[in-house]
Nanobody, 118 residues
Framework: QVQLVESGGGLVQAGGSLRLSCAAS????????VGWYRQAPGKQRERVAM???????GYADSVKGRFTISRDNIKSTVYLQMNSLKPEDTAVYYC????????????WGQGTQVTVSS
């Protein structure tokens, strides 16, 4: 059974940085694509970053150049380094395997709240 535990969120001023962590169990992160998603109040969940099995990465235009996704296969943990944060980055952040996120009945962890004050 897959379990995803996100952590590292908090309150930060605009221009600041945070590093989110996602501890995964039940499925290997080194052979499955994993993404970071976020959902702001009243908005749909969107994917902001992903890392594939080969280590290739992709980013939403809104975070490109500011966010970096990485992984530690030994620790089975995926990270999201967020720099130059903006108030519009405020959201609950989730990680997920891309295949699980696209499932008819997707599984999601509890997420971690990121709040950026202006």
């Amino acid at each position: 059974q897959v379990q995803l535990v996100e952590s590292g969120g908090g309150l930060v001023q605009a221009g600041g940085s945070l590093r989110l962590s996602c501890a995964a169990s039940g499925r290997r992160i080194d052979i499955n694509a994993v993404g970071w998603y976020r959902q702001a109040p009243g908005k749909q969940r969107e994917r902001v970053a992903m890392i594939n099995s080969g280590g290739g990465t992709g980013y939403a235009d809104s975070v490109k150049g500011r966010f970096t996704i990485s992984r530690d296969n030994i620790k089975s943990t995926v990270y999201l380094q967020m720099n130059s944060l903006k108030p519009e980055d405020t959201a609950v952040y989730y990680c997920n395997f891309l295949a699980l996120a696209a499932a008819t009945t997707p599984y999601w962890g509890q997420g971690t709240q990121v709040t950026v004050s202006s």
